[in-house]
């Protein structure tokens, strides 16, 4: 199977998760399953390439001009930890099925889930540090999903809030230290960047790159000091939690440490600043762990110290500890996934995880416990466990290490005291909950064993590490072998995995370990957190939690003060600021290149010209004297300043600026009028402050004469100015040949630059529907609601789709008084979507394009509305302007991908030729189905952006019992500010 559609295979079975019906939560659960299943096989069946240090790889051209291409590329490394998020992805998934309740929303959680699995998937497979940064970035957007599925509770909003935060702002700094890395090999190929080892750590800027990039990582898989936001992440389903810990989000981190092991390692700073992050997480992590009362607190921190463990050994510069270090991720999965599920099993069936409550569950729940038991041994490091395999290596890499001998002496002792931790936790887990009395109190639930297929994922993960604790040279030794391979540079060094090495200090240091931690447990027992306390290594108001939420809170107040000193809620000073700021921006770069005139050839002055702008000029002086009297006048003269706009554009020889121009206007002169009965009536009381409003219009005189002068100047230097560098030439050569289109303007936006513009639209729909959101609940100020309820013209109904009532009339002295005649509008409709259409297919070769049809048919449907009302639209049109954003999106995202799938670049323009009966020869680029994209987004959004506001100013129908202030669409009475 191709290696991209292995990576796509999660993504697009979690689209097809969000589409199955919530309560069946057998079908949801089996198709998450054999997706999971369908992506693991594959791999597998990959084992004899990747076995012997080989490197599959498929490459798919992306943007060959800047040097960036999707490569999906698989060694051992990355083989190991795709099966690893596979196969662990299909046992969640069949325990999900168990866990979830009838009423959570499984179909939600599947899709996330598979969501999860891809992006993780991508991480893994990146064959560029480019899309590695593009998937590493969607695990933390996953990740904060899945941690508040349930976002009814605080905890599960915070926890993810928390989680996104930490992992996204330490995904800021890896994006910096990617890039410089790339910068300093001079590609952001990984198999360039693994090659060039040295170069990157003899380069000046190597310290600036590893600090980056280990904030990255670090912050990614919680170690100190940013491992405060993983227990918090506990507010998740446990399905969530067990993948989290075992094969996504936080192994992440540590997955690019082993990644970029050959590249970075080797260096006192690595060896300090990996190998201390690690070795304080490990003792942290120990120590907190063993005083949780939460089993998955107990299990987070436990988690964290683990990870510390990972951290420590490749910072250790040793080729054996990276080896160690690859063997615990993987026995850290099984064991670790096995007892979360356990957890959850103990959850679900009792009805709670506080080990206070529990005691004796082994006579109700004998499968689950002696399951459960063999997880905390192999997690405390019994022997004939997978977890003491590792172990033993971390045990000798830390006596064997030659560094400082500071070092070379706690490390033992770290490494031991770590171990008794570990003994602890793993003791208070399995015979606090499962030995002793039964509970004090009466539990929630009476236990009992779960179902069958629940406990099926713990027997798998159980048994995998009595396997491999058992049998490691027949079961993992071939697996671990090419695993780690890649990650110490191709060559292996001499290691041994037999289960008894005689008697030497790592297993000294393994049994003083267990006997110390036995003794400790035994000495204080339940009373353990009353006798010593967390609190006793790390005051709470030292804590990561309070630190992280005073500094959230200390930027939050910062702004708001900033917000104070230098904002204003008034439209005005906002717009004098932003004035005087861009005033001056241009007067320092005019004084930095002093301006000067260039020899271009003059063209003598028009007369028509001169009319033309002399009459803007006018409208322009008269729409700011207007303004204080009239508003409606002086939104009329603004737009003939507007038309003189499109009139000079097409004076200049660019149609298809002033086609657009002259749509763009139609619409702002609408949104003006909607904007407008926002604003309270004007009254004939006069000033009281007639002098300082005097002044304040002086100095708008003032400011505007100086800056239109100084655009004018800057306008008329650039115009004489000839351009060396131009790049019109290259655009007017290939538009034909390359773009199959005569009209260059509309080639550039749908060929040439259909990234930029893809990306234009995607910010497009996303402000329309953000405005929306934001309106559909707002109210207009009660200065501007004048009229009662019982005096309203005949009223419309306001839906959930941006649909308007018809604009009320208004004769009340001093307004004006406007009537659109309803049926010159209607008949309106017809004629601009032909026109739409014929503006669309000749973009290509002459002015016009999906952008100005779609502002034409936008313009024509929103008259519709406003002269209509929804009663007489709805029975005839039904408009949903969120499916037109969307539809445009995906339409302009398959014309991309179409072009990858016949092996092109991402949005790679193809031209057909068609003869047809009576039409002729017919020349179809496969731009027009991209623009046809860009045309529904257009509509879409306008739409939006324009009921959504027309929400608020126009009158609405009053349902029985509707309030005004409340509901859902609906607005209240508003006046007329014009």
Known sequence: MSLLLILLLPFAGSAVAALLPTGARNLESLWSAAVALAVALPLALLYPQVAEGGVVTQRLSWLPGLGVDIVVRLDGFAWMFALLVSGMGALVA???????????????????????????????????????????????VFSFLLIGYWFHRKDARRGARMAFTVTAGGGLALLAGLLLLGHIVGSHELDAVLAAGERVRAHPMYPLALGLILLGALTKSAQFPFHFWLPHAMAAPTPVSAYLHSATMVKAGVFLLARLWPVLSGTDAWFWLVGG??????????????????????????????????????????????????FHMMNHATFKASLFMAVGIIDHETGTRDMRRLGGLLRAMPFTGI??????????????????????????????????????????????????????????????????????????????EPARWMRVPVELLVLACVVVGTLPNLSVAPLLATAARPVVGGTLPDYDLAVWHGFNLPLLMSGVALALGVALYLRFGADLRLRLGPGALLPPAWGGKRLFERALAGVTV??????????????????????????????????AVPLAWGARERVPASPAFVLLWAVAGACALGAAWQAKFHRVAALMMLGMVGLALCLTFAWFSAPDLALTQLAVEVVTVVLFLLGLRWLPRRTAREDPHPRRALRRRARDLVLAVLLGSGLAVLSYALLTREAPLSISPFFLAQALPGGGGRNVVNVMLVDFRAFDTLGE??????????????????RPPREVIRRPVQQQAPRGEAGAHGDLAPLPRNREAGHGYLEVPAVLVRLLLPLAAVFAAHLFLR??????????????????????????GTRWVEARLTLRPARWIGTGLLLALVTGLGALAFGHPFLTTHTAHFTLPLLGELHLPSAT??????????????????????????????????????????????????
């Open 761 to 778: 639209i995607c910010v497009l729909g996303c402000v329309g529907i953000t405005v929306y959101a934001l309106l559909r609940r707002f």
């Open 843 to 868: 973009g290509h070769n002459a002015p016009g394009g999906g952008f100005v049809a779609g502002l034409v048919l936008a313009i024509a449907l929103i008259a519709q509305y406003v002269v209509g």
């Open 94 to 140: 069949v325990y999900a099925r168990y866990y979830l309740s009838p009423q959570d929303p499984a179909a939600r959680f599947h899709s996330l889930l598979l969501g999860f699995m891809g992006a993780m998937l991508g991480v893994v497979t990146a064959g560029n540090l480019i899309q590695l940064l593009v998937f590493w970035e969607l695990t933390s």
């Open 277 to 326: 992050a690690g070795l304080a997480t490990l003792l942290l992590g120990a120590w907190v762990a063993m005083f949780q009362n939460d089993l998955k607190g107990l299990l987070a921190y436990s988690t964290i110290s683990h990870l510390g463990l990972v951290t420590l050994l490749l910072g250790l510069n040793s080729p054996i500890a990276a080896v160690a270090a690859v």
């Open 371 to 448: 399951l459960a038991l063999v997880a905390c041994a192999a997690m405390a490091g019994v022997p004939l466990l997978n977890g003491f395999l590792s172990k033993e290596m971390f045990f000798a890499e830390a006596v064997f290490l030659s560094a400082h001998p500071f070092v070379e002496i706690v490390l033992p002792l770290a490494a031991t005291l770590a171990g008794v931790f570990a003994v602890v936790y793993s003791l208070r887990f399995g015979h606090g909950v499962f030995f002793g009395p039964g509970p004090a109190r009466p539990l929630p639930r009476r236990p009992h």
């Open 558 to 591: 910062l702004a708001w003060r900033a917000r104070r000193l230098g904002g204003t809620a008034r439209l005005q000073p906002q717009l004098l600021w932003m004035l005087l700021i861009a005033g001056a921006a241009g007067l320092a770069s005019a004084l």
């Open 929 to 978: 189905f991209f623009d046809l994209g860009v045309f529904a987004v257009v509509v879409g959004a306008t739409l939006l952006l324009l009921t959504a506001i027309a929400h608020q100013s126009l009158r609405v129908r009053r349902r029985p019992g509707d309030d005004l202030g409340q509901g859902d669409g609906t607005a209240a009475a508003a006046g007329e500010g014009g």
